[in-house]
């Protein structure tokens, strides 16, 4: 069983300037949730007991978000509202969380090499702090069975529309089975037209310990950042690497047309909140 979990979140975020200088783009709220708490439930859902999230000098708020606050469940608990009070506990009681600083924003794969001590030799999941993934069952239970049988890397892939690719890395490699990839290299965000698939990685890994070794011999690329994707060619060019195609839904709240479209999907769940978003849309727009 994988027990271990890395979660990336010391990014800038500098496409919610202004408000990413205090709030981290990790704690903006979907349906009532900080984008990363939704990711601690789904890897506690899936058994995962250990989890190290890499956080910056400014992100600070995740580790009070999870930490224990008892004046406040005291509080609710004098109102009455026990549940209120149990959810707080729970936030800390899911998993063991610990944290790690990166102290420069040397990109994803410094993040992850920042995981290497607390990893040790085991097998660890991989969830970027700023994406949902909606699938039955779990992503976290699908990367885990698949990293059982092939005892390879694998990561998370997700069918985009070909003119979008450079937004992504993309993968080369043979369907070995519906749905499931044998992959051999990685392109990182090519054009349409050098695309070896329309597949991007999903933001989802199960990795190996022979992912750091690499990341520490990785140049830094544009902008002084350390690629993740660099170290995963690597490891796809020389052993097995395997991708599980995605069959459920993604929610990418890194940019905040994004954030807002996930939102108002979650919004849409709830039939009597829904119905007045559809009543208050179809207002008249007012003018300034």
Same mark, same amino acid.
């Given at each position: ?12 975020? $500098? ?16 349906? %009532? ?6 990711? !601690? ?19 600070? $708020? ?41 102290? =420069?924003?040397? %990109? ?10 607390? +990893? ?27 990293? =059982? ?5 694998? +990561? ?8 979008? !690719?450079?937004?992504?890395? !993309?993968?080369? %490699? $043979?369907?070995?089975?519906? %749905? ?29 310990? *022979? ?6 011999? $990785? ?5 002084? =950042? ?43 769940? *709830? ?18």
């Amino acid at each position: 069983m994988i027990r271990k979990a890395v979660i990336p979140a010391a990014g800038l975020g $500098t496409r919610f300037l202004p408000a990413s200088k205090a709030i981290p783009k990790e704690m903006m709220p979907v349906a %009532g949730r900080p984008v990363i708490q939704h990711v !601690v439930d789904e890897l506690a859902g899936a058994g995962i007991t250990d989890i190290l999230m890499v956080i910056s000098r400014t992100k600070r $708020t995740i580790e009070e978000h999870f930490d224990r606050s008892p004046d406040l469940e005291r509080m609710l608990e004098g109102k009455g509202d026990a549940a209120g009070a149990a959810a707080l506990r729970d936030l800390s009681a899911r998993a063991a969380l610990h944290y790690v600083w990166q102290p =420069e924003m040397r %990109g994803l794969g410094d993040a992850v090499l920042r995981a290497a001590a607390h +990893v040790g030799s085991d097998p660890f999941l991989l969830f970027l702090g700023d994406t949902i993934v909606e699938s039955n069952p779990s992503i976290a239970h699908r990367l885990s069975a698949a990293y =059982e049988r092939f005892r390879s890397p694998v +990561v998370l892939l997700e069918r985009v529309d070909p003119a979008r !690719v450079s937004r992504y890395g !993309v993968m080369q %490699g $043979t369907e070995i089975e519906p %749905g499931t990839y044998r992959i051999t290299d990685f392109v990182e965000k090519p054009t349409p037209e050098e695309a070896p698939s329309n597949l991007a990685i999903a933001g989802r890994y199960l990795l190996t310990p *022979d992912v750091f070794p690499l990341l520490a011999r $990785t140049s830094p690329g544009k902008g002084g =950042e350390i690629q993740l994707t660099d170290a995963l060619r690597d490891l796809a060019r020389t052993g097995p690497f395997h991708g599980i195609v995605l069959d459920g839904m993604r929610h990418d709240i890194g940019n905040p047309d994004d954030f807002l479209l996930t939102n108002l999907r979650f919004a849409l769940r *709830d039939p009597q909140r829904a119905a007045r978003l559809r009543a208050l849309l179809a207002e008249p727009t007012p003018h300034a």
